[in-house]
Every structure is written in structure tokens, then in C-alpha cells.
């Protein structure tokens, strides 16, 4: 048996409502779960389920209609958005499904980006930065920017990214969403050994029952409610520690029944559209952890100048 492990998530009855019109949409509707540091835990759903917008209430990116979300025992739905960034910056890293990656930037440069911004030097954050990309298998690929790189190149360099700066929790929305099934699985299998490897808390949404197999709990989610909490893999007990490749043996990747269970139709496009629009229009990543869209090319300028003045002063 191993040691008493800490909770580092608490969500406690949480509600969120969408307004439209005179109508009330119940997005998330009084849930409540624990999670401790090191699981990996997966919220499993159909789209318009709620996952996703309970996930952007875990980091913060939208606020509760009711409830409370503790994470490292701070109140996380009391923070100004100041201390949001500050506390994103400091402990969380976030995958996304679109990768989200800067154009202009290579690969090494997009994972150097939150490093950047926390002021490493420049020599520490080069050295971390293609650390993380050997990791994740991207040496040959540092100096190729987005448009050159594969989907499957791309998440790799979104992984490295997330856990270049060691953050204690990493955030994954549909990580998987737009690679093919054996690429899938190689990310899938990436996420979950380094996260082991650092003692790393992962929280995922998918869709895909096979995905959902890495977890080590998956809460499935139906109309906004817990359906069911799974435990797969205790992690409090040295016998349900696994290996990635165990996990891939197990898994059919040939099964088409591949979705989360079949939910009511009556809220799912609104639902489901409405996390869609935070998602495409709010969210990108830098130091924060999440930036508006807005300000991306501003943020892209100040790293740059950033960059071009440490150049100076090493010259």
C-alpha cells in the first residue's frame, strides 16, 4: 500500500447555466468529484455532454453558476483574473484538440514560448525546451515550423509544450479529436508516461471509449450529471501500477463503437455549440496557460522583443 496520496482537485456542486433567451441550459448541473495528484482521470462523454465545459471551469476559463472548484486547496472559482494567469502560469499546462500551435514560430520556439514569459534564461529554456521535443520524439524536427509537420508531429510538439515547465496539473480537451487511430494511440501513450514519470496530475475529455483507457478513473458524464465514476487503476495501491504498453495490448483499436454513450438529443446542439464558440474564439495558449484570441499577435510581438533584447545583451 502506498502512502496517504492528497487531493489536488476538488470540485464540489457545480453548476453551470447558459442564458439564452428566457431559457436556461444546464451545462454542468451539480456535480461533484474528488481527484489526487498523479491520476490520470478522463471525463468521458458525447459531444454536448457538458465535458468540456466543466473542464474550462477546472482551469478557470469559465466561471461557476454555482459550486465550488478547489485546486491545490485554492479557490480557484475566487480568483481574479490576474491570479488566475499567475496560478495557470505556475502549475498548469493544457493540450488542446486544434494544437493551437504559433505559425510563425518553429517547434522548438512554440515550446520555449511559456518559458519565455516566465523569464527563464535563455540557455535553461533552450536546453528544456529540446529536451521536452527528444522526449516526445521530435529531434529531427525542431527547426520545422506547423504547415511543415504532420498532425501527429504537431500534438507532439503540443505535448511538449505543456509539460515543458513541469506543471503539476496538465488539462487535455479531446487531445486525440483530429489524429488517425494509430497516432492516436502513440500520443496517448506519450501523455501518460511522461505524467507518470513526473508524478503529474492529467485530466482529459474525450469522447472515445478506447482513449478513455489510459485513465486511471473515468467519470462519465450524461446531460451535464455523473453518470458513472470508473475506476480503472487504483493508484493508491502498488499492484494497479501499469505499464503504457499493457494498456495499448488491451486495447481493440479495430472496435467502431468507439463513442461515449448515447444521450438525450434535447440540450446537445446547444450545449454542444456553446462550448464550441468558448473554445474556437477564447482560448490559446502562452504563460497564462490561456490567452484571448485577440491578443495573440501582441503576445507573439512581446516575446519576440523578449528574445531580440537577451540576443543583445549576449552580444
Known amino acids: 500500500m502506498k502512502n496517504q496520496i492528497e487531493t489536488i482537485i476538488q470540485v464540489k456542486n457545480v453548476t453551470k447555466i447558459y442564458k439564452m433567451g428566457t431559457e436556461k441550459i444546464y451545462a454542468v448541473d451539480d456535480v461533484s468529484f474528488d481527484i489526487l495528484k498523479g491520476e490520470f482521470c478522463c471525463l468521458l462523454g458525447t459531444s454536448g455532454s457538458g465535458k468540456s465545459t466543466l473542464l474550462n471551469l477546472m482551469a478557470g476559463i469559465e466561471k461557476l453558476s454555482a459550486g465550488q472548484i478547489f485546486i491545490k486547496g485554492k479557490k480557484i472559482h475566487r480568483m481574479s483574473e490576474s491570479s488566475l494567469a499567475r496560478f495557470r502560469q505556475r502549475y498548469l499546462g493544457f493540450v488542446f484538440q486544434s494544437y493551437n500551435l504559433i505559425n510563425s514560430m518553429t517547434a522548438l520556439e512554440n515550446v520555449e514560448f511559456p518559458l519565455v514569459f516566465r523569464r527563464e534564461k535563455v540557455k535553461k529554456r533552450k536546453a528544456m525546451a529540446k529536451n521536452m521535443l527528444i522526449e516526445v520524439g521530435l529531434e529531427n524536427r525542431m527547426s520545422h515550423k506547423p504547415k ?68 486511471d478513473r473515468v467519470i462519465h458524464i450524461l446531460d451535464g450529471k455523473i453518470r458513472e465514476i470508473e475506476i480503472k487503476r487504483d493508484i493508491t495501491k502498488d499492484e494497479d501500477v501499469v505499464s503504457v504498453q499493457s494498456i495499448l495490448e488491451a486495447i481493440d483499436i479495430s472496435d467502431d463503437n468507439i463513442s461515449a454513450e448515447n444521450t438525450s438529443e434535447k440540450n446537445i446542439s446547444k450545449v454542444d455549440n456553446l462550448e464550441a464558440n468558448i473554445l474556437e474564439d477564447d482560448i490559446k495558449v502562452n504563460l497564462e496557460g490561456i490567452i484571448d484570441q485577440d491578443n495573440v499577435e501582441s503576445d507573439i510581438a512581446l516575446t519576440e522583443e523578449i528574445m531580440t533584447e537577451e540576443s543583445k545583451q549576449k552580444d
Open 148 to 215: 511543415e509537420m504532420s498532425g501527429g508531429q504537431q500534438q507532439r510538439v503540443g505535448i511538449a509544450r505543456a509539460f515543458v515547465a513541469r506543471p503539476e496539473i496538465v488539462f487535455a480537451d479531446e487531445p486525440t479529436g483530429n489524429l488517425d487511430t494509430k497516432t492516436a494511440m502513440e500520443v496517448m501513450g506519450l501523455i501518460r508516461k511522461i505524467a507518470k514519470e513526473n508524478n503529474q496530475t492529467i485530466v482529459m475529455v474525450t469522447h472515445d471509449r478506447r482513449i478513455a483507457e489510459f485513465a
